[in-house]
């Protein structure tokens, strides 16, 4: 009787030994881990910049509503019905006081035959105050107001200087941060904005002295 015999393999079609088997899980690993890696780095990343992107956003947005109130100080309702002998306007609301640090009061018509506007702007609590009222009294730096800028930025500084005594002419300084800033933000500094600072000379457009 004949027997068959199973033809043996060759020697190149074997199978991996177990040494090649560990050998190539290990780069496998080493290759999925650089890959992750490259993947979270572009994660965070982009969480860095919306974040930036925010805070700059955010700064520049509670800056404009700042200023544009700021310009309208020393405002009169009829500056024609204004104009006294010989000329001049008298305007009653021509005083910007900034004799309190980080605090500006000013006061202007809000609108044709409207009541006086008196106003007062102030950082408190990490936000900035915009406080009104109809007396001057009741608008200190001291009174509660309508916050300007939102939760997720904290206001740090605000400043307001008026170079030689020049009351048409108002520089603003704003500084704040991200409120709840990711860890990984601070780790590299230069990567990311976490605190901002931006700066505005606003010119009061007003008639009389």
């Known amino acids: 009787m004949l027997m068959h015999r199973t033809p043996s393999l ?20 080493l290759v999925v881990s ?18 930036s992107t925010r805070l700059n956003q955010e700064m520049r947005a509670t ?23 010989g000329g001049v306007v008298v305007n009653p609301f021509a005083n910007i006081d900034l004799s309190t640090a980080g605090c500006m009061r000013y006061s202007y018509a809000e609108s ?11 950082v408190a609590n990490g936000k900035v105050i915009l406080a009104r009222a109809s007396t001057a009294a009741n608008a ?14 904290q206001i740090t500084s605000l400043t307001f200087n008026n170079p ?6 108002i520089d603003v300084v704003l500084t704040g941060r991200l409120k709840n800033a990711p860890a990984y933000m601070t780790q590299n500094p230069s990567m990311a904005v976490t605190t901002k ?3 505005q000379t606003v010119s009061i457009r007003s008639n009389g002295t």
Do not use: K
């Open 197 to 199: 600072t931006i700066r």
């Open 63 to 85: 800056m404009a509503l700042i200023s544009s109130d700021i310009r309208r100080a020393r405002g009169l309702s009829d500056p024609i019905a204004a104009v006294g002998q």
């Open 112 to 122: 044709t035959g409207g009541a006086t506007d008196y106003r007062a702007i102030r």
């Open 10 to 29: 060759p020697r190149n079609a074997r199978g991996f030994t177990l040494v090649e088997m560990m050998v190539a899980l290990a780069l496998g690993l």
């Open 34 to 51: 650089a890959v992750l890696a490259f993947i979270f780095s572009l994660i965070r990343a982009n969480s860095e910049t919306v974040l």
């Open 140 to 153: 200190t730096c001291a009174s509660a107001g309508t916050p300007l800028n939102t939760d997720g930025v």
């Open 164 to 169: 030689g005594g020049n009351t048409r002419r």
